[in-house]
């Protein structure tokens, strides 16, 4: 049994926001709980992260991370709520003690690996690099298969990946905006069990960088009609912005119903 864990589940402000007064920001600050999101990723197994930003010290203290172990970094793009590549120059010698021959690959398009290269020097910080476009397939530790779709968030080097082995076959898609038609026709190869999409604006109409909630539901009646979703495939929504001002458990309140469930810090995600 492989584990997902939603490190991460909020937009570029997290929240509560630093500098926010709305009412969902405040009310996060005082009542903490489900409510305080920070910036968006994930991490599949001990091996594999999605995305690092700016929260991954906080990552690994609060969910007790060995961040020595990850073999694969897997990158969807290079904003900097979901890519802080300056982390990674404290893999080098004088900063960490990385075990000998923990090399870390860094999965991502042409700019996101030119970007980690002209941070740090990838030999002392034990990285190498694999780049990726819409369609690449790559092999992650584990037996994992990677397949990089493109996405619509206002840049071409935007990606979102399906994770695929012989026990389960995982999508995860925040900061997508309404698919494009080559990652649709891609997606009708895979059938999946678990389905994890971004939500970010929920009530407010969206299609073209994030998705509202009017899209999102949209989204996964295409992926049900093209046979892309199994039969009882696990639905989660993610990536929430705090401007919509809802909480963990208004969104529940419209998500729970319509058999979706909505993700938070710390969720898990048995595969």
Not at 66 to 84: G, M, P
Not at 141 to 166: C, I, M, W
Request: a negative charge.
């Amino acid at each position: 049994m492989t584990k997902l864990l939603i490190c991460g589940s909020a937009a570029a402000e997290a929240v509560p926001g630093v500098f926010c007064t709305c009412p969902l920001c405040l009310k996060a600050l005082e009542e903490g709980g489900k409510d305080i999101r920070s910036r968006t990723a994930y991490q599949l197994g001990e091996s594999i992260r999605i995305d690092l930003g700016p929260d991954l010290f906080y990552h690994m203290v609060k969910f007790g991370l060995r961040l020595d172990k990850l073999r694969e970094l897997v990158i969807t793009h290079n904003h900097r709520d979901h890519f802080y590549p300056d982390e990674l120059a404290n893999r080098r010698q004088g900063m960490s003690k990385v075990p000998e021959g923990a090399v870390l690959r860094v999965i991502g398009s042409p700019i996101v690996v030119e970007q980690v290269k002209n941070t740090t020097d990838p030999e002392k910080s034990l990285l190498k690099f694999e780049s990726v476009e819409h369609g690449s397939k790559v092999m992650l530790h584990g037996d994992v298969e990677l397949t990089a779709f493109q996405a619509n968030h206002g840049a071409p080097e935007s990606l979102f990946y399906a994770f695929r082995t012989k026990e389960y076959s995982l999508l995860i898609a925040n900061d997508t905006g309404w698919f494009p038609d080559q990652s649709w026709d891609l997606l009708k190869n895979f059938a999946f069990d678990a389905v994890i999409l971004d939500c970010c604006y929920m009530h407010w109409d969206q299609r073209h960088g994030h998705m509202g909630g009017d899209s999102f539901i949209a989204c996964l009646e295409e992926l049900r009609k093209q046979g892309s979703l199994k039969e009882n495939a696990l639905l989660v929504a993610n990536h929430f912005s705090h401007n919509p001002n809802l909480s963990h458990e208004e969104l529940c309140s419209w998500l729970t119903p319509r058999g979706i469930e909505v993700g938070f810090d710390g969720m898990e995600i048995e595969l």
